[in-house]
């Protein structure tokens, strides 16, 4: 290594990574494919290490670049961390609060309930994580993380707040067309909608006793998102939490007494946040919106069964 490479030559590095090529790369930064180009030239000659192959095709990473990503991305987490920090005083409401949570809950839970938070407090940012992968809090990759199961890392603050039934539901249409399966044999008979390559959901339907395989669904997708809407359309008979299937009346359950899983629900930061006012009022107004929703979620099975 021939000096310590500034810290500006890495975000370029990071974004060329991720997007593939400089024009994009350079965009993504606001910065010129020429002056991106030199970035990465200059982190090549200061590490000592080629990073990339050139061709008229573009980019190659090399597996130095690959080797070198984890640390660049660990330290783009402590950056942004420590600017959500420095945006807000640590005793007011005002700042950016960064959110992780799964597919469904980010995009069909969390913008309904944050509203009446951000109505309360105009002046906090939210940025928010939709992702089924495990953000890491320890290397603050996020404030706050609404997770399906209990963390086990030290150096967190936790707080159970309910349990995801998820069951299978219809859309009336579909239903009424088709008919309601009346056991799980008959179940099989019908259009499933049901994973792709998820091998925990394999092992659920394994463990159910269904003489089923992925090759018989009429629909295989691992994103949950996708299975909601498959179900909402009429599309077929697939799973989803109680709690979210209740939103709309539309959605009607069926097998009721079968639940696929039960997923413990829990809230997660790390523990130094607590000193922060806006981390608290985040955690602990999730703590509540979430409880009532997943109790919701219970109490419209025990309707059913």
């Excluded at 050139?54 to 070198?68: C, E, I």
């Excluded at 940025?127 to 030290?154: F, H, Y």
């Excluded at 994973?195 to 997708?221: H, M, N, Y």
Aim: net charge negative.
């Amino acid at each position: 290594m021939s000096a310590d490479p500034k810290w500006d030559l890495y975000p370029s590095f990071a974004a060329v990574m991720a997007l593939g090529n400089l024009s994009a790369a350079a965009r993504s930064l606001n910065l010129t494919q020429p002056t991106l180009g030199r970035h990465i030239e200059a982190l090549e000659r200061d590490l000592g290490l080629p990073l990339f192959t050139r061709s008229p095709q573009g980019l190659t990473p090399t597996q130095a670049a690959y080797d070198l990503l984890p640390y660049v991305q660990s330290m783009a987490a402590a950056s942004d961390a420590l600017i959500r920090h420095a945006t807000g005083e640590a005793q007011e409401d005002k700042g950016t609060i960064r959110l992780a949570a799964s597919n469904v809950i980010g995009s069909e839970v969390l913008p309904g309930l944050l509203t009446q938070f951000i109505n309360d407090h105009p002046r906090i940012q939210i940025e928010l994580a939709t992702s089924n992968r495990i953000e890491d809090l320890l290397r603050r990759e996020v404030d706050i993380a609404v997770r399906m199961v209990r963390p086990e890392q030290s150096a967190l603050r936790i707080k159970r707040v309910g349990v995801a039934e998820i069951g299978f539901f219809a859309h009336k249409d579909y239903l009424a067309q088709f008919g309601s399966p009346k056991s799980l044999q008959e179940l099989t008979r019908h259009r499933i909608i049901g994973f792709d390559r998820d091998a925990s959901a394999e092992k659920i339907i394994q463990d159910l006793g269904i003489d089923f395989d992925r090759s018989q669904f009429s629909l295989r997708t691992d994103d949950d998102r996708a299975i909601l809407q498959a179900i909402r359309v009429g599309y077929g008979i697939g799973a989803l939490q109680w709690a979210l299937a209740s939103r709309w009346p539309d959605l009607v359950p069926v097998l009721p007494e079968v639940i696929l899983v039960r997923l413990e629900t829990w809230i997660a930061m790390h523990e130094d946040l607590a000193a922060s006012f806006r981390m608290r009022l985040m955690f602990d107004y999730l703590v509540g919106t979430l409880s009532s929703y997943f109790a919701g979620g219970m109490a419209e099975r025990a309707k059913w069964i």
